[in-house]
């Protein structure tokens, strides 16, 4: 597992490419933001989450696979990705951060990216 990277995954790469070729100017992996978040928009007071489906659970997912070895051991690994993913949510939006999630089985339509973009730019009209 320590070989499988974090950062600059395929699908955070295409959403990254993507909103730049938009216009759309970010910072990467913050540190001192819960969570790391793949991008921040300080502008818009936005942090964007590129979640691949296996390591964070997306439901009803099909590369959300149970792996057939070694199964308390995923289990717990999984749950603890997902409460981790919660706490790190729920402290962001407590912080006032506008929050997206955007899934690694999502980015092979079109739609979603267009989604994902409408959702930054809305974010940055409603301040608290």
């Known amino acids: 597992m320590s070989a499988i990277g974090g950062k600059d995954t395929r699908p955070e790469l295409k959403v990254r490419s993507y909103l730049h070729s938009k216009g759309f100017r970010f910072r990467l992996h913050v540190r001192n933001l819960p969570g790391r978040p793949d991008m921040v928009f300080p502008k818009y007071r936005t942090v964007v989450f590129v979640h691949g489906c296996f390591w964070h659970r997306h439901d009803g997912c099909n590369l959300a696979y149970h792996p057939k070895t070694n199964v308390d051991f995923w289990e ?6 997902v409460e981790r993913d919660l706490r790190n949510l729920q402290e962001l939006e407590k912080d006032g951060w506008k929050v997206l ?4 089985c999502e980015l092979s339509g079109s739609d979603a990216l267009t989604q994902l973009e409408e959702g930054i730019r809305d974010g940055g009209r409603s301040v608290d």
Do not use: S
């Not at 717990?76 to 990705?81: G, I, L, R, S, V």
């Not at 999630?101 to 690694?104: A, D, K, N, R």
């Open 76 to 81: 717990k690994k999984f749950q603890a990705n």
């Open 101 to 104: 999630i955007i899934w690694e």
